[in-house]
């Protein structure tokens, strides 16, 4: 088991489960502006749902495909002293109702059949060919439970094409902007924020 720091807090990381790095702490560190209630989307270690709630979101529940991802959440949780609730769930299969914020750090990496992982690890970074398997899944589905004046926060990958994820978003009737920017050698993240375009339309 590994443990990692942000903020002061500590996570403790099966080897099983994806290990927070720059994409996790990035996200993490805007996911202390979560509001109401809050969903993230592919919790892993939950470090992004623990910054939510100790920030004062409301209420927030985590979700993973992977289940052992469930079990050092919530250990983490309670190590942390906040109270998340955590589930099983593909995206949103298993996730009822509406959400004032949600959160959702992709699979992002492009695999090819042969890169994969075994296991249940595998889905924390198989993007698929192009990085986007996961990613356009998502897009697809979240409005169904954003509330209307809700806010996304997701992060993104040059790897994934991040011009096309918002491109997609506007194409959606969503207004974006990126919060901020990271550049690394191979690569280029972003922390988007989008809200429904409409709610900026004076009457």
């Known amino acids: 088991m590994d443990e990692v720091e942000f903020n002061g807090m500590r996570f403790l990381v099966f080897s099983t489960v994806y290990l927070p790095a720059d994409d996790s702490f990035l996200l993490a560190k805007y996911a202390c502006t979560a509001s109401g209630r809050v969903l993230d989307v592919g919790t892993g270690c939950g470090i992004c749902a623990i910054m939510a709630k100790k920030y004062g979101a409301k209420e927030v529940l985590g979700v993973d495909i992977n289940p052992e991802c469930l079990a050092v959440a919530q250990m983490n949780a309670e190590k942390n002293k906040v109270k998340c609730e955590f589930g ?5 299969r298993n996730v009822d109702g509406e959400f004032d914020t949600i959160m959702f750090n992709p ?10 992982l075994e296991g249940m690890e595998n889905a924390a970074y198989d ?5 986007r398997k996961v990613i356009d899944r998502f897009l697809k589905e979240f409005p169904n439970y954003l509330k209307f004046t809700g806010r996304l926060l997701m992060l993104d990958s040059s790897l994934d094409n991040t011009e096309l994820t918002l491109s997609k978003l506007h194409g959606m009737g969503f207004a974006t902007r990126v919060l901020e920017r990271q550049k690394f050698f191979f690569e280029e993240l972003s922390v988007i924020e989008a809200r429904r375009a409409s709610l900026f339309i004076s009457p």
Request: glycine fraction near 16%; aromatic fraction near 10%.
């Open 88 to 92: 099983v769930s593909d995206l949103f």
């Open 107 to 116: 699979p992002y990496l492009p695999t090819s059949d042969e890169e994969q």
């Open 127 to 131: 993007g698929g060919r192009d990085g």
